[in-house]
Protein backbone atom coordinates (compact mmCIF):
# COMPACT_ATOMS: atom_id res chain seq x y z
CA UNK A 1 0.00 0.00 0.00
CA UNK A 2 1.21 3.31 -0.62
CA UNK A 3 1.54 5.45 2.07
CA UNK A 4 1.19 8.95 -0.54
CA UNK A 5 -1.99 7.43 -2.29
CA UNK A 6 -3.42 4.45 0.07
CA UNK A 7 -4.15 3.15 -2.68
CA UNK A 8 -2.32 -0.75 -3.53
CA UNK A 9 0.75 -0.48 -5.41
CA UNK A 10 3.45 -2.11 -5.70
CA UNK A 11 6.83 -0.72 -5.38
CA UNK A 12 7.87 1.73 -8.16
CA UNK A 13 11.14 1.60 -9.87
CA UNK A 14 13.63 4.43 -9.23
CA UNK A 15 14.58 7.12 -11.57
CA UNK A 16 18.43 5.55 -11.62
CA UNK A 17 16.96 2.21 -12.97
CA UNK A 18 15.16 3.68 -15.37
CA UNK A 19 17.85 5.75 -16.70
CA UNK A 20 19.56 2.65 -16.88
CA UNK A 21 17.30 1.51 -19.29
CA UNK A 22 17.79 4.34 -21.74
CA UNK A 23 14.45 6.28 -20.11
CA UNK A 24 14.39 10.10 -18.52
CA UNK A 25 11.55 10.20 -16.14
CA UNK A 26 8.98 12.54 -16.57
CA UNK A 27 8.63 15.91 -14.00
CA UNK A 28 5.82 15.52 -12.26
CA UNK A 29 4.50 18.97 -13.47
CA UNK A 30 4.58 17.81 -16.76
CA UNK A 31 3.89 14.30 -16.64
CA UNK A 32 -0.46 14.58 -17.27
CA UNK A 33 0.07 16.73 -20.84
CA UNK A 34 2.56 14.42 -21.56
CA UNK A 35 -0.48 11.13 -21.08
CA UNK A 36 -2.42 13.31 -22.97
CA UNK A 37 -0.13 13.61 -25.91
CA UNK A 38 0.55 9.77 -25.65
CA UNK A 39 -3.26 9.20 -25.13
CA UNK A 40 -4.11 11.24 -28.72
CA UNK A 41 -0.97 9.43 -30.42
CA UNK A 42 -2.70 5.92 -29.79
CA UNK A 43 -6.11 6.85 -30.53
CA UNK A 44 -5.13 7.38 -34.06
CA UNK A 45 -2.68 4.51 -34.45
CA UNK A 46 -4.53 1.67 -32.00
CA UNK A 47 -7.97 0.83 -33.36
CA UNK A 48 -8.91 -1.77 -30.63
CA UNK A 49 -8.43 1.28 -28.22
CA UNK A 50 -10.89 3.34 -29.50
CA UNK A 51 -13.31 0.64 -29.60
CA UNK A 52 -12.66 -0.18 -26.12
CA UNK A 53 -13.31 4.14 -25.33
CA UNK A 54 -16.91 4.48 -27.43
CA UNK A 55 -18.35 1.10 -27.33
CA UNK A 56 -18.44 -0.49 -24.06
CA UNK A 57 -21.99 0.08 -22.69
CA UNK A 58 -21.19 -0.80 -18.68
CA UNK A 59 -23.69 -4.07 -19.00
CA UNK A 60 -21.28 -6.15 -16.37
CA UNK A 61 -20.69 -8.65 -18.24
CA UNK A 62 -17.57 -8.46 -17.33
CA UNK A 63 -17.52 -7.74 -13.69
CA UNK A 64 -18.16 -11.85 -12.65
CA UNK A 65 -15.48 -13.01 -15.28
CA UNK A 66 -12.93 -11.42 -14.02
CA UNK A 67 -10.72 -13.30 -11.11
CA UNK A 68 -9.39 -10.20 -10.02
CA UNK A 69 -12.64 -8.14 -9.25
CA UNK A 70 -13.83 -11.33 -7.66
CA UNK A 71 -10.76 -11.95 -5.30
CA UNK A 72 -11.07 -7.75 -4.53
CA UNK A 73 -14.40 -6.92 -4.97
CA UNK A 74 -12.90 -3.26 -5.47
CA UNK A 75 -15.00 -1.94 -8.60
CA UNK A 76 -11.92 -0.13 -9.62
CA UNK A 77 -10.98 -3.76 -10.80
CA UNK A 78 -13.70 -4.60 -12.68
CA UNK A 79 -12.70 -4.42 -16.40
CA UNK A 80 -14.79 -1.91 -17.50
CA UNK A 81 -14.21 0.15 -14.16
CA UNK A 82 -10.68 -0.19 -14.94
CA UNK A 83 -10.68 1.20 -18.46
CA UNK A 84 -13.25 4.39 -17.07
CA UNK A 85 -10.04 5.56 -15.33
CA UNK A 86 -8.47 6.17 -19.27
CA UNK A 87 -12.25 6.37 -20.46
CA UNK A 88 -12.90 9.57 -18.31
CA UNK A 89 -9.77 11.38 -19.93
CA UNK A 90 -10.50 10.49 -23.35
CA UNK A 91 -13.99 11.91 -23.42
CA UNK A 92 -12.71 15.02 -21.86
CA UNK A 93 -10.36 15.77 -24.20
CA UNK A 94 -11.10 13.92 -27.25
CA UNK A 95 -14.77 14.15 -27.69
CA UNK A 96 -17.20 16.84 -28.51
CA UNK A 97 -19.50 16.39 -25.33
CA UNK A 98 -16.44 16.33 -23.27
CA UNK A 99 -15.07 19.01 -23.82
CA UNK A 100 -18.82 21.29 -23.71
CA UNK A 101 -20.56 18.97 -21.29
CA UNK A 102 -17.90 16.83 -18.93
CA UNK A 103 -20.14 16.72 -16.04
CA UNK A 104 -23.12 14.91 -18.09
CA UNK A 105 -21.04 12.76 -20.28
CA UNK A 106 -18.46 11.26 -17.41
CA UNK A 107 -15.97 13.15 -18.39
CA UNK A 108 -12.90 14.36 -16.05
CA UNK A 109 -10.06 16.45 -16.28
CA UNK A 110 -6.53 13.92 -16.37
CA UNK A 111 -4.90 14.88 -13.17
CA UNK A 112 -1.72 13.09 -10.95
CA UNK A 113 -4.12 11.22 -9.02
CA UNK A 114 -5.73 9.65 -11.53
CA UNK A 115 -2.60 8.40 -13.00
CA UNK A 116 -2.11 7.01 -9.75
CA UNK A 117 -4.79 4.93 -9.78
CA UNK A 118 -4.07 3.90 -13.90
CA UNK A 119 -0.35 2.39 -11.95
CA UNK A 120 -2.27 0.57 -9.09
CA UNK A 121 -5.07 -0.88 -10.83
CA UNK A 122 -3.75 -1.16 -14.39
CA UNK A 123 -1.29 -3.39 -12.21
CA UNK A 124 -3.49 -5.38 -10.87
CA UNK A 125 -5.33 -6.35 -14.09
CA UNK A 126 -3.27 -9.72 -15.55
CA UNK A 127 -4.08 -9.31 -19.12
CA UNK A 128 -5.69 -12.56 -18.72
CA UNK A 129 -8.36 -11.57 -21.35
CA UNK A 130 -11.01 -13.40 -19.86
CA UNK A 131 -13.18 -9.88 -20.54
CA UNK A 132 -12.70 -10.10 -23.60
CA UNK A 133 -13.91 -13.67 -24.46
CA UNK A 134 -17.41 -12.50 -22.32
CA UNK A 135 -17.73 -9.13 -23.94
CA UNK A 136 -21.02 -9.06 -25.82
CA UNK A 137 -19.01 -5.90 -28.09
CA UNK A 138 -15.99 -8.13 -28.04
CA UNK A 139 -13.99 -5.33 -26.21
CA UNK A 140 -10.61 -6.32 -24.97
CA UNK A 141 -9.74 -4.06 -22.30
CA UNK A 142 -6.26 -5.75 -22.00
CA UNK A 143 -5.43 -3.70 -24.89
CA UNK A 144 -5.95 -0.92 -22.88
CA UNK A 145 -3.75 -2.13 -20.24
CA UNK A 146 -1.29 -2.62 -22.27
CA UNK A 147 -1.55 1.23 -23.76
CA UNK A 148 -1.41 2.28 -20.11
CA UNK A 149 1.15 0.84 -19.07
CA UNK A 150 2.93 1.95 -21.76
CA UNK A 151 2.50 5.45 -21.17
CA UNK A 152 3.17 5.10 -17.43
CA UNK A 153 6.72 3.60 -18.62
CA UNK A 154 7.17 6.57 -20.83
CA UNK A 155 6.36 8.88 -17.90
CA UNK A 156 9.10 7.07 -15.97
CA UNK A 157 6.43 4.95 -13.31
CA UNK A 158 6.63 1.19 -13.57
CA UNK A 159 6.96 -1.67 -10.43
CA UNK A 160 10.09 -2.42 -9.72
CA UNK A 161 10.01 -6.28 -10.52
CA UNK A 162 9.07 -5.18 -14.31
CA UNK A 163 11.91 -2.67 -14.79
CA UNK A 164 14.72 -4.61 -12.75
CA UNK A 165 13.42 -7.68 -14.76
CA UNK A 166 13.85 -5.60 -18.07
CA UNK A 167 17.66 -4.57 -17.02
CA UNK A 168 18.58 -7.95 -16.41
CA UNK A 169 17.41 -8.64 -20.19
CA UNK A 170 19.42 -6.07 -21.81
CA UNK A 171 22.57 -7.16 -19.60
CA UNK A 172 22.39 -11.05 -19.72
CA UNK A 173 19.58 -11.94 -21.99
CA UNK A 174 16.92 -13.73 -19.36
CA UNK A 175 15.04 -12.19 -16.27
CA UNK A 176 17.56 -14.10 -13.47
CA UNK A 177 20.56 -12.48 -14.29
CA UNK A 178 21.93 -15.73 -14.98
CA UNK A 179 25.81 -15.42 -16.98
CA UNK A 180 26.82 -18.13 -19.33
CA UNK A 181 29.11 -19.89 -16.53
CA UNK A 182 26.08 -19.89 -13.88
CA UNK A 183 23.67 -21.26 -17.55
CA UNK A 184 26.72 -23.72 -17.54
CA UNK A 185 27.01 -25.10 -14.41
CA UNK A 186 23.02 -25.57 -13.81
CA UNK A 187 23.03 -27.46 -17.01
CA UNK A 188 25.98 -29.93 -16.07
CA UNK A 189 24.04 -30.20 -12.72
CA UNK A 190 20.89 -31.23 -14.03
CA UNK A 191 22.28 -33.58 -16.80
CA UNK A 192 24.09 -35.64 -13.49
CA UNK A 193 20.44 -35.52 -11.68
CA UNK A 194 18.94 -37.26 -15.35
CA UNK A 195 21.44 -39.94 -14.87
CA UNK A 196 20.70 -40.70 -11.26
CA UNK A 197 17.09 -40.82 -11.62
CA UNK A 198 16.79 -42.12 -14.45
CA UNK A 199 19.09 -45.61 -14.52
CA UNK A 200 22.06 -44.09 -15.71
CA UNK A 201 20.31 -41.87 -18.78
CA UNK A 202 23.33 -39.46 -20.07
CA UNK A 203 21.70 -36.67 -21.32
CA UNK A 204 23.56 -33.62 -22.89
CA UNK A 205 22.77 -29.67 -22.66
CA UNK A 206 24.70 -28.11 -25.58
CA UNK A 207 25.42 -24.42 -25.20
CA UNK A 208 25.75 -22.19 -27.97
CA UNK A 209 26.63 -25.01 -30.47
CA UNK A 210 27.31 -23.50 -33.78
CA UNK A 211 25.10 -25.06 -37.01
CA UNK A 212 22.83 -26.50 -34.70
CA UNK A 213 19.29 -27.70 -36.34
CA UNK A 214 16.95 -26.26 -33.26
CA UNK A 215 17.59 -23.34 -30.79
CA UNK A 216 15.57 -24.16 -27.47
CA UNK A 217 14.53 -20.89 -25.89
CA UNK A 218 13.55 -21.79 -22.45
CA UNK A 219 12.30 -19.63 -19.53
CA UNK A 220 14.79 -18.52 -17.41
CA UNK A 221 12.96 -19.93 -14.11
CA UNK A 222 13.49 -23.31 -15.23
CA UNK A 223 17.21 -22.70 -14.40
CA UNK A 224 16.06 -22.08 -10.63
CA UNK A 225 12.43 -22.72 -10.01
CA UNK A 226 11.49 -25.05 -12.40
CA UNK A 227 14.61 -27.15 -13.43
CA UNK A 228 11.99 -30.59 -14.41
CA UNK A 229 10.99 -28.71 -16.98
CA UNK A 230 14.26 -28.14 -18.32
CA UNK A 231 14.96 -31.55 -17.86
CA UNK A 232 11.61 -33.21 -19.58
CA UNK A 233 12.62 -30.74 -22.39
CA UNK A 234 16.29 -31.96 -22.84
CA UNK A 235 14.93 -35.53 -22.53
CA UNK A 236 12.66 -35.13 -24.98
CA UNK A 237 15.23 -33.96 -27.77
CA UNK A 238 17.66 -36.64 -27.00
CA UNK A 239 14.70 -39.59 -27.71
CA UNK A 240 13.73 -37.93 -31.07
CA UNK A 241 17.78 -37.75 -31.67
CA UNK A 242 17.37 -33.43 -32.44
CA UNK A 243 20.76 -31.37 -32.86
CA UNK A 244 19.83 -28.72 -30.63
CA UNK A 245 20.97 -26.13 -28.41
CA UNK A 246 20.22 -23.39 -25.88
CA UNK A 247 22.60 -19.90 -26.54
CA UNK A 248 23.75 -17.73 -23.78
CA UNK A 249 22.52 -14.91 -24.92
CA UNK A 250 19.01 -15.48 -25.07
CA UNK A 251 17.86 -17.78 -22.40
CA UNK A 252 14.61 -16.46 -21.44
CA UNK A 253 10.66 -17.21 -23.45
CA UNK A 254 9.34 -14.55 -21.88
CA UNK A 255 9.54 -10.73 -22.91
CA UNK A 256 8.92 -8.70 -19.81
CA UNK A 257 8.98 -5.60 -22.62
CA UNK A 258 5.88 -7.46 -23.99
CA UNK A 259 4.33 -6.18 -20.17
CA UNK A 260 5.42 -2.61 -19.97
CA UNK A 261 7.27 -1.37 -22.80
CA UNK A 262 6.56 -2.99 -26.17
CA UNK A 263 8.48 0.17 -27.81
CA UNK A 264 11.88 -1.15 -27.09
CA UNK A 265 12.58 -3.53 -24.55
CA UNK A 266 10.15 -6.04 -26.42
CA UNK A 267 11.65 -5.21 -29.73
CA UNK A 268 15.46 -5.19 -28.93
CA UNK A 269 14.02 -8.91 -27.40
CA UNK A 270 12.77 -10.34 -30.51
CA UNK A 271 15.42 -8.86 -32.63
CA UNK A 272 18.63 -10.35 -30.20
CA UNK A 273 16.38 -14.29 -30.93
CA UNK A 274 16.66 -13.77 -34.73
CA UNK A 275 19.96 -12.22 -34.12
CA UNK A 276 21.50 -15.45 -32.14
CA UNK A 277 19.50 -17.93 -34.09
CA UNK A 278 20.89 -16.62 -37.47
CA UNK A 279 24.40 -16.57 -36.08
CA UNK A 280 23.85 -20.32 -34.92
CA UNK A 281 22.34 -21.64 -38.46
CA UNK A 282 19.42 -22.71 -36.41
CA UNK A 283 16.47 -23.86 -38.77
CA UNK A 284 13.66 -23.48 -36.48
CA UNK A 285 13.36 -22.34 -33.15
CA UNK A 286 11.61 -24.07 -30.26
CA UNK A 287 9.99 -22.36 -27.29
CA UNK A 288 9.63 -23.14 -23.92
CA UNK A 289 6.76 -23.24 -21.18
CA UNK A 290 5.90 -19.97 -20.87
CA UNK A 291 2.64 -18.24 -22.09
CA UNK A 292 2.89 -14.31 -22.42
CA UNK A 293 6.26 -15.10 -24.13
CA UNK A 294 4.63 -17.78 -26.43
CA UNK A 295 2.16 -15.32 -27.49
CA UNK A 296 4.39 -12.45 -27.70
CA UNK A 297 7.03 -14.42 -30.16
CA UNK A 298 3.68 -15.96 -32.14
CA UNK A 299 2.47 -12.73 -33.08
CA UNK A 300 4.84 -10.09 -32.60
CA UNK A 301 7.87 -10.72 -34.67
CA UNK A 302 7.07 -9.31 -37.71
CA UNK A 303 6.04 -6.20 -36.87
CA UNK A 304 8.43 -5.49 -33.78
CA UNK A 305 11.69 -6.55 -35.01
CA UNK A 306 14.39 -5.07 -36.80
CA UNK A 307 16.55 -7.75 -38.96
CA UNK A 308 18.96 -6.08 -41.15
CA UNK A 309 21.31 -9.24 -42.36
CA UNK A 310 19.12 -11.34 -40.30
CA UNK A 311 17.20 -13.88 -40.96
CA UNK A 312 13.35 -14.55 -39.50
CA UNK A 313 13.44 -18.11 -38.56
CA UNK A 314 10.02 -20.21 -38.20
CA UNK A 315 9.31 -20.61 -34.61
CA UNK A 316 7.02 -23.68 -33.14
CA UNK A 317 6.33 -24.47 -29.79
CA UNK A 318 7.74 -27.42 -27.87
CA UNK A 319 3.95 -28.76 -26.98
CA UNK A 320 3.53 -28.27 -30.45
CA UNK A 321 6.22 -30.37 -31.06
CA UNK A 322 5.22 -33.10 -28.67
CA UNK A 323 2.12 -33.66 -30.13
CA UNK A 324 3.26 -33.91 -33.90
CA UNK A 325 5.47 -37.13 -32.65
CA UNK A 326 2.66 -38.41 -30.19
CA UNK A 327 0.39 -38.09 -33.41
CA UNK A 328 2.76 -39.87 -35.92
CA UNK A 329 3.68 -42.76 -33.10
CA UNK A 330 6.60 -42.19 -32.40
CA UNK A 331 7.44 -41.64 -28.99
CA UNK A 332 6.97 -44.79 -26.34
CA UNK A 333 5.15 -43.09 -23.08
CA UNK A 334 4.55 -44.98 -20.05
CA UNK A 335 1.50 -43.00 -18.51
CA UNK A 336 1.82 -45.24 -15.22
CA UNK A 337 5.20 -43.24 -14.38
CA UNK A 338 2.65 -40.29 -14.01
CA UNK A 339 0.10 -42.40 -11.96
CA UNK A 340 -1.95 -39.73 -10.24
CA UNK A 341 -4.71 -37.31 -10.47
CA UNK A 342 -4.00 -34.88 -12.56
CA UNK A 343 -5.54 -31.24 -13.79
CA UNK A 344 -4.63 -28.70 -16.23
CA UNK A 345 -4.64 -25.18 -15.50
CA UNK A 346 -4.81 -23.51 -19.28
CA UNK A 347 -2.63 -20.25 -19.29
CA UNK A 348 -4.76 -17.58 -20.52
CA UNK A 349 -1.94 -16.75 -23.13
CA UNK A 350 -1.60 -20.60 -24.62
CA UNK A 351 -6.01 -20.77 -24.44
CA UNK A 352 -7.10 -17.12 -25.13
CA UNK A 353 -4.54 -16.01 -27.59
CA UNK A 354 -3.03 -18.63 -29.40
CA UNK A 355 -5.62 -21.32 -30.01
CA UNK A 356 -2.91 -24.11 -27.98
CA UNK A 357 -5.41 -25.90 -25.94
CA UNK A 358 -5.45 -29.26 -27.98
CA UNK A 359 -2.22 -30.08 -28.18
CA UNK A 360 -1.79 -29.88 -24.42
CA UNK A 361 -4.69 -32.43 -24.00
CA UNK A 362 -3.30 -34.79 -26.63
CA UNK A 363 0.24 -34.88 -24.73
CA UNK A 364 -1.89 -34.90 -21.43
CA UNK A 365 -3.83 -38.02 -23.07
CA UNK A 366 -0.50 -39.70 -23.26
CA UNK A 367 1.51 -39.36 -20.48
CA UNK A 368 -1.14 -40.38 -17.97
CA UNK A 369 -2.99 -42.72 -17.18
CA UNK A 370 -6.91 -43.75 -18.42
CA UNK A 371 -9.03 -41.78 -16.34
CA UNK A 372 -6.21 -40.09 -14.30
CA UNK A 373 -6.83 -36.71 -16.53
CA UNK A 374 -9.60 -34.78 -14.68
CA UNK A 375 -10.57 -30.85 -16.55
CA UNK A 376 -11.53 -27.67 -14.42
CA UNK A 377 -14.55 -26.34 -15.10
CA UNK A 378 -14.65 -24.17 -16.79
CA UNK A 379 -11.47 -24.99 -18.94
CA UNK A 380 -9.43 -24.07 -22.14
CA UNK A 381 -10.55 -20.49 -23.54
CA UNK A 382 -12.77 -20.20 -20.43
CA UNK A 383 -10.71 -20.93 -17.74
CA UNK A 384 -9.58 -18.50 -15.09
CA UNK A 385 -6.76 -16.88 -14.90
CA UNK A 386 -3.95 -18.13 -11.90
CA UNK A 387 -3.91 -14.62 -10.86
CA UNK A 388 -0.46 -13.80 -11.63
CA UNK A 389 -0.38 -12.99 -15.10
CA UNK A 390 1.54 -10.83 -16.94
CA UNK A 391 4.38 -10.09 -13.90
CA UNK A 392 2.19 -9.83 -11.31
CA UNK A 393 4.53 -11.10 -8.93
CA UNK A 394 5.45 -8.61 -6.53
CA UNK A 395 6.43 -9.93 -3.58
CA UNK A 396 6.18 -6.52 -0.83
CA UNK A 397 3.13 -7.49 1.34
CA UNK A 398 0.12 -5.90 0.30
CA UNK A 399 1.03 -6.82 -2.93
CA UNK A 400 1.52 -10.75 -2.14
CA UNK A 401 -1.77 -10.65 -0.49
CA UNK A 402 -3.14 -9.16 -3.55
CA UNK A 403 -1.84 -11.92 -5.52
CA UNK A 404 -3.63 -14.29 -3.13
CA UNK A 405 -6.80 -12.81 -3.77
CA UNK A 406 -6.26 -13.16 -7.41
CA UNK A 407 -5.91 -16.37 -6.91
CA UNK A 408 -9.04 -16.81 -4.85
CA UNK A 409 -11.05 -18.45 -8.07
CA UNK A 410 -8.21 -20.55 -9.39
CA UNK A 411 -7.71 -22.00 -5.67
CA UNK A 412 -11.44 -23.17 -6.65
CA UNK A 413 -10.90 -24.41 -9.40
CA UNK A 414 -8.67 -26.61 -8.49
CA UNK A 415 -10.15 -27.85 -5.22
CA UNK A 416 -13.37 -29.05 -7.03
CA UNK A 417 -11.32 -31.30 -9.20
CA UNK A 418 -9.88 -33.03 -6.07
CA UNK A 419 -6.23 -33.61 -8.15
CA UNK A 420 -3.15 -34.48 -6.77
CA UNK A 421 -1.17 -32.85 -9.13
CA UNK A 422 -1.50 -29.74 -10.71
CA UNK A 423 -0.11 -28.93 -14.10
CA UNK A 424 1.18 -25.55 -15.00
CA UNK A 425 2.78 -25.44 -18.87
CA UNK A 426 3.68 -21.86 -17.44
CA UNK A 427 6.86 -20.50 -15.87
CA UNK A 428 4.81 -17.26 -14.81
CA UNK A 429 1.65 -19.10 -13.87
CA UNK A 430 3.62 -22.37 -12.05
CA UNK A 431 5.48 -18.78 -10.05
CA UNK A 432 2.03 -17.88 -9.11
CA UNK A 433 0.59 -20.77 -7.93
CA UNK A 434 3.48 -22.52 -5.64
CA UNK A 435 2.02 -19.68 -3.30
CA UNK A 436 -1.27 -20.04 -4.19
CA UNK A 437 -1.19 -23.76 -3.62
CA UNK A 438 0.29 -22.93 0.30
CA UNK A 439 -1.59 -20.23 0.90
CA UNK A 440 -5.19 -22.15 0.25
CA UNK A 441 -3.77 -25.23 1.69
CA UNK A 442 -4.68 -27.41 -1.51
CA UNK A 443 -3.08 -30.93 -1.55
CA UNK A 444 -1.26 -30.94 -4.65
CA UNK A 445 1.65 -30.42 -6.42
CA UNK A 446 2.44 -28.57 -9.08
CA UNK A 447 4.56 -29.36 -12.43
CA UNK A 448 4.96 -28.49 -16.14
CA UNK A 449 3.57 -30.20 -18.79
CA UNK A 450 6.67 -31.03 -20.36
CA UNK A 451 7.71 -32.21 -16.82
CA UNK A 452 5.04 -35.48 -17.39
CA UNK A 453 7.04 -36.24 -20.78
CA UNK A 454 10.37 -36.60 -19.58
CA UNK A 455 8.87 -38.47 -17.01
CA UNK A 456 6.68 -40.67 -19.01
CA UNK A 457 9.37 -41.47 -21.75
CA UNK A 458 10.72 -44.80 -22.21
CA UNK A 459 14.17 -45.16 -23.42
CA UNK A 460 15.78 -48.25 -24.94
CA UNK A 461 18.91 -49.16 -25.36
Known sequence: MSEATGLRQPKKASADLFRKLGVEPVPDNEKVQEAI????????????????????VKCGACAEACHTYLGTRDPNNIPAGRVDLIRKAYKRYFTVQGQLFPGLVG??????????????????????????????????????????RQILYWLGIAPQLHAATAEAILRTGNHMG?????????????????EEDYDGLKVEFPVDKPNSDILYVPSSAD???????????AMFFKYVGANWTISSEITEAGNFGYLSDQSRIQREMVTRLFREATKLGVKKIVWGECGHGWRAAKMYPPTVSDLP????????HIHDEVEAYIKAGRLELDPKRNDRKVTLHDPCNYARACGHSDNMRVIMNAVVPKGAFVEM???????FCCGGGSGILFDDPDMYQFRILASNKK??????????????????????????VKEH???????GLIDLVGHALVFRD
Open 223 to 233: FMLNPNTLKGA
Open 107 to 148: AQDLDLETIEKWYSYFYQCSECRRCAHVCPFGIDTAEVTFIA
Open 441 to 447: KLPVEVV
Open 37 to 56: RHLDDFRFRVRSFVMAMESC
Open 377 to 383: KPSREAN
Open 178 to 194: LTKAGIEDTLEFLAEEI
Open 411 to 436: AEQVRETGADTLCAPCSICKAQLYPM
Open 309 to 316: GVKRIPIT
